[in-house]
């Protein structure tokens, strides 16, 4: 605890001096230019590796990137993401998974949650993904099944998204723009769902890297 109290104070002295034109601004409202959905995963900073600035995106964290389809809860997560298609009018929305994520490794070995059971309780809205790997990717070595569960755990989320009716009306508008990434912590790569090639495959500079359509079959792992 005494680190954070301390960074806080380094930011204040240090930090916040830089950029108070930027804090003065933002106070006066916020027009972020995407909706950030990633895991809550401590590894994982979403302004870290878009190199964005506080305002430049808006960030949804939750165990394993989930998104629950319209209806299925009465969490935040439609509540946040309603919140900034609406009110702010974002055009963007990505959907991030990332390497050795637990919340994945949980969704395969679901006997290793019984004694956190709110956290396999959370899972179920990951359920096609459970059965997608078990249909598809049974005899695949460990390892390249929890990879493979992650990528797909992030296109399952991104079906389960296009299920809220504001995200929903926007798309048949055709303002709205949908991105599943994996982002691979060892490496700092970015590896984005080319819907054409049916994989994910590294995100270049000059690639948006847009979903255009609907997957069509299981996902080629190269992550």
Known sequence: MQKLVHGLHHFQKHVFGSKKDLFERLSSGQAPDALFITCSDSRINPNLITNTEPGEIFILR??????????????????????????????????????HCGA??????PEALTEMPMVSQWLNHAEATRCILRDNYADLPEEEKLNVAIQENVLVQLENLKTIPVVASRLVKGDLNLHAWVYKFETGEVYAYNAEQGQFVKLLQSDSSQIRQARQQPVLSTI
């Open 62 to 99: 939750n165990a394993g990137n989930i998104i629950p389809a319209h209806g299925a809860a009465n969490g935040g997560e439609g509540a946040t993401i309603e919140y900034a298609v609406h009110a702010l009018g974002i055009k963007d929305i990505i959907v991030c998974g990332h390497s």
């Open 104 to 109: 994945m490794t949980g969704l395969l070995h």
